[in-house]
């Protein structure tokens, strides 16, 4: 057969990888890693020129700032400022799904395309092992927004990722599936108050409950620079995506959450299921990877079975939102 042979960018983790990985990183190349939320397209915290590498890969408005990721506490900290309440959060929630936005320090190194001319900086310590070897042998910050071109499905395996980057990156470490399956929760700790900028990994509950207080109410409103950049649609699959669907409607694609009555399944042109048993934290880990296959399947309509609101729920909901809004 005479085709183009394309080299694959996906490498098993090894110490060398790791290192060869974190070389790269510091001549300011891109490198793609696990993290126990989704794939992240890493660069050169400290370096605007491998940041502008970053937003022209995904093809991102430069609007949107990016996360730093850091291999630990004391690390994030010469980045951010802490109060009591992003202290209590860390310290119960790093490593781990949490993305804390706090007051910028003066002598950051995190350079100004990272958080896109803010004030203020969005930190991250994951948890996923070969994230927090990487970011160890890099010894600088990694900002990484998840690896995808901007407006499609999260990767959460290193195909997902070669699928649209393959030829924008040094090397796409692979780490398997990711455990959580949605992106981090993202948390303001500013002027004395915390809010939830991004519902994520870390369902609220949990945040409340470290806090003894309910998160403070944030204005939504996506034109506030100073609100997290995130456009209304987002995570978006090609098909159209009618969400709380009680039935299906013939020739429509069915996104399941729990157990499917008969004449539904005989209706749908097929069913896919976050989870048979209705559990959230399986919904979470198969959202993006169920997205994708629908649109694999090349159907028209999807229609979306209810899921519920609480813990993790808020999260899917969400993303499920951002998928079914018209497309800009
Ligand atoms: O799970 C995750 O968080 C993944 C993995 C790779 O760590 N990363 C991720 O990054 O989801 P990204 O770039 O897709 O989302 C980052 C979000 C954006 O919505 C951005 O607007 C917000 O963080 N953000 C970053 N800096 C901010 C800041 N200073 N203030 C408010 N929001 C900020
Ligand atoms: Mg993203």
Redesign the pocket.
């Known amino acids: 057969m005479v085709g183009k042979m394309r080299f694959s960018p996906i490498e098993a983790v090894s110490d060398t990888a790791l290192s060869a990985a974190a070389d790269a990183l510091k001549r300011g190349e891109l490198v793609s890693f696990p ?1 126990e ?2 794939y ?1 397209l890493g660069g050169d915290a400290t370096s605007n020129a491998a940041v502008a590498k970053i937003y022209a890969a995904k093809g991102r408005p430069q609007f ?4 730093a ?1 850091c291999p630990d506490l004391a690390r994030a900290k010469e980045q951010g400022v802490f109060n009591a309440d992003a202290e209590a959060l860390a310290a119960q929630f790093w490593p781990g ?1 949490l ?1 804390l ?1 706090v007051p910028k320090r003066a002598d950051a190194s995190v350079c100004d395309l990272v ?1 896109a001319g ?1 004030e ?3 930190l ?1 310590v ?1 948890a996923n092992p070969v994230a927090r070897q990487l970011l160890e042998k890099t010894g600088r910050p990694v900002a ?3 690896a995808n071109l901007s407006g499609k499905v999260s990767p959460t395996t290193a195909r997902h990722v070669a699928e649209h980057l393959a030829d924008k990156v040094a090397a796409i470490l692979d780490g398997g599936a990711c455990a959580v399956g949605l ?2 929760t ?1 948390v ?1 700790c500013l002027d004395g108050k915390v809010y939830l ?2 519902p ?1 990994g870390v369902p609220r509950e949990a945040l409340e409950a470290v806090l003894g207080r309910p998160l403070d109410l944030w204005a939504q409103n996506p034109e506030n620079p100073n609100a ?3 456009l209304t649609s987002h995570y978006a699959p090609n098909a159209r995506m009618r969400l709380d669907a009680k039935h299906v409607c013939e020739g429509e694609g069915l996104l399941a959450f729990g157990p499917v009555a008969a004449g539904e399944r005989e209706r749908a042109a097929f069913v896919l299921n976050l989870s048979e048993t209705g559990d959230l934290q399986e919904a979470a880990t198969r959202l993006f990877a169920c997205l994708r296959q629908l649109d694999e399947t090349g159907v028209a309509a999807i229609a979306v079975q209810p899921v519920p609101t609480n813990g993790l729920g808020e999260a899917i909901n969400d993303r499920l939102l951002r998928a079914a809004a018209p497309r800009p």
């Open positions: 993290t939320t989704v992240g949107n700032p990016l996360i990721h799904p993305t936005v958080t803010l203020s900086v969005a991250r994951p990484a927004p998840s992106e981090s993202i303001g900028l991004r994520g997290p950049g995130q």
